[in-house]
């Protein structure tokens, strides 16, 4: 697969603009693109960091959380979904799995290569899924790796796999994940969820999906009102776990249903195999948001 070194991160607004004009893109490719984009030795923003940490819960110290890594990719992502080559438009897909492995914790003042491509384009019972993957190495050391499953909905394969309800498939798990239920550990945490939470976590991720920002752009899309950023449910669940985690750590984790914004939410734990299960549920009960698990790699 042919590898593209970028001279520096794409412009994010610019990335927007061509996701929402791609939507009308002819033409498209029906495979993944053979296509891997890589930024060398960047920078990372001590001020983005505290940022990200005030807006996600967690503590800022000398590593960067788990969950970072995944903005100094996005724009990789954007970059590569919004080419013609892909065979989706941006904003037609849905985010419904996440498994990160960091082999170990990534110091503040690191110069990581970021890699991203696509790959393993499926069938799904709901239509079609890929994952994105996104690879940061020191020293040609790879230290952590995403694996971000996307489903595109659409006429799907009567035999293909297929779960119960979207946006959280339990068929959309990224490959090497097992099935789970909802944990049934004691409630670790309530939240009341903000209704800018998505400004907040658009503004330190640039992600500025409409479906985050403002009832009134999410409803083109579908949505009764704003939802939270799946990535900022993720990070707030390993930030109330952060202390309790090896630096070594996988954790994975399943979209199960869109966080209405604002709402108030309670995280259910029960330890499991040396780490800990999770749920994020809404606050008296009802169908998880979000389901996953976080332990040594």
């Given amino acids: 697969m042919p590898l593209e070194r970028l001279e520096s991160p794409p412009s994010l607004p610019g990335l927007f603009a061509k996701a929402l004009a791609g939507v009308a ?7 993944l693109p053979e296509r891997r984009l890589a930024l060398r030795e960047q920078q990372i923003d001590l001020e983005r960091v505290a940022d990200y940490c005030r807006v996600c819960g967690f503590s800022l110290g000398q590593e960067l959380p788990a969950t970072y890594p995944h903005l100094l990719g996005f724009p990789l992502e ?10 989706f438009p941006i904003l037609g897909v ?3 799995a996440n498994r990160i492995e960091q082999q170990r914790a990534i110091p503040v003042d690191a110069r990581p290569d970021v890699v991203v491509w696509a790959e393993r384009l499926r069938p799904h019972r709901r239509g079609r899924q890929f994952d994105l ?3 940061l190495a020191l020293a040609g050391e790879p230290v952590w790796r995403e694996h971000s499953t996307y489903l595109r909905p659409g006429a799907g ?3 293909a796999p297929g779960g119960s309800e979207l946006p959280g498939d339990p068929a959309t798990r990224p490959e090497g994940t097992s099935e789970r239920s909802e944990p049934s550990g004691e409630v670790a945490a309530v939240w009341k969820v903000p209704g800018g939470i998505g400004r907040r976590y658009g503004g330190v991720s640039g992600d500025r999906n409409p479906i985050h920002i403002h009832p009134l752009t999410a409803k083109p899309f579908g949505f009764g009102g704003a939802i939270a950023h799946g990535m900022w449910t993720m990070a707030r669940c390993l930030a109330a776990l952060d202390a309790r985690l090896p630096d070594a750590v996988t954790t994975e984790v399943e979209f199960r249903k869109p966080l209405r914004i604002p709402g108030r939410v309670e995280l ?6 040396g780490g800990f299960d999770f749920a994020l549920a809404p606050g008296g009960g009802g169908k998880p948001h979000l389901i996953g698990s976080a332990g040594p790699v």
């Fill in 78 to 87: 954007l970059e590569l979904m919004g080419a013609r080559s892909f065979p």
């Fill in 133 to 135: 993957v996104t690879e």
């Fill in 268 to 273: 259910r734990v029960a330890a499991a195999d």
């Fill in 94 to 96: 849905v985010h419904v």
């Fill in 157 to 159: 394969g009567a035999e």
């Fill in 25 to 31: 893109i002819p033409g498209r490719s029906g495979e």
